[in-house]
């Protein structure tokens, strides 16, 4: 596997600042620092795309195609204290959760993951919704639909451990890439509806770990 280490080390520096600029609510910066690290996640698939070196190539095409509906996402919820702009933000992160579980279908076969690890999840997601469902007001029914697509991403991402398309370390990459991806969702969403918290914004450190991880996981 051929890791870009340079970007990796620039995305670390970007995330950083991020996270401090959104502590600090320095806006300039978050308009700067958010785009530009999310780029170099897209940087990270494409560079496995030109060099070659990818497991395979739809598949880094398909974990691309999500990366790019995530840049949208982010941009959108920048301006998340509107809600039309949450909305938004939320539908293309919906729809790049849809294209990661597709993606981890497809190319594991669609073999399923194991009963219990599929109850498990379908009740933290439960447990995660009634949780929220007090403060949702009119977003009752979008949030209900998020956490099933987004469930059933992290169902999709545990299967891959079960099938022989994915090697060992890929499998990891994506299941825990993907856990923290679901953590940092369910961070934002307990912010948005339930309690809001200074430090919220280092949901990021686990959003932007999650997205790296599974865009690693398209190297050979």
């Given at each position: 596997m051929?890791?870009p ?10 995330v ?5 600029a ?12 958010k785009?530009?690290s999310?780029i170099l996640?897209?940087?990270v ?6 060099s070659g070196?990818?497991?395979?190539l739809?598949?880094?095409?398909w974990?691309l195609l999500a990366l790019l ?5 982010d941009?959108a919820?920048?301006?998340q204290?509107?809600l039309?702009?949450?909305q938004?933000?939320?539908?293309f992160f ?10 981890f279908f497809?190319f594991?076969g669609?073999n399923?993951?194991?009963l219990g690890?599929t109850?498990?999840?379908a009740?933290?997601?439960a447990i995660?919704?009634?949780y929220?469902?007090?403060?949702l007001?009119l977003?009752k ?6 956490i099933l ?5 992290l169902n999709?991402?545990?299967?891959t451990?079960f099938?022989?398309?994915f090697n ?11 856990s ?10 307990v ?7 200074k430090?919220?914004?280092?949901s990021l450190?686990?959003?932007?770990s ?8 398209t190297?050979?």
């Amino acid at each position: 596997m051929v890791i870009p280490y340079i970007l990796i080390v620039i995305l670390i520096a970007t995330v950083t600042l991020l996270i401090r600029a959104e502590i600090n609510v320095k806006k300039k910066q978050i308009y700067l620092f958010k785009p530009i690290s999310t780029i170099l996640l897209i940087a990270v698939v494409s560079t496995s795309i030109i060099s070659g070196n990818y497991f395979s190539l739809h598949y880094s095409q398909w974990i691309l195609l999500a990366l790019l509906l995530c840049l949208f996402g982010d941009i959108a919820l920048m301006f998340q204290e509107n809600l039309r702009a949450f909305q938004i933000g939320l539908v293309f992160f919906l729809v790049a959760h849809g294209v990661y579980a597709l993606a981890f279908f497809k190319f594991s076969g669609g073999n399923a993951a194991p009963l219990g690890m599929t109850v498990s999840l379908a009740i933290i997601g439960a447990i995660g919704y009634f949780y929220l469902y007090p403060k949702l007001g009119l977003m009752k029914l979008p949030v209900l639909v998020y956490i099933l697509i987004i469930t059933y991403m992290l169902n999709r991402a545990m299967a891959t451990h079960f099938c022989s398309n994915f090697n060992h370390q890929q499998a990891w990459l994506i299941s825990v890439g993907a856990s923290l991806f679901y953590i940092s969702d369910f961070m934002l969403a307990v912010n948005r509806f339930r309690w809001s918290f200074k430090y919220n914004r280092i949901s990021l450190a686990f959003y932007y770990s999650g997205q790296l991880f599974i865009a690693l996981s398209t190297l050979y």
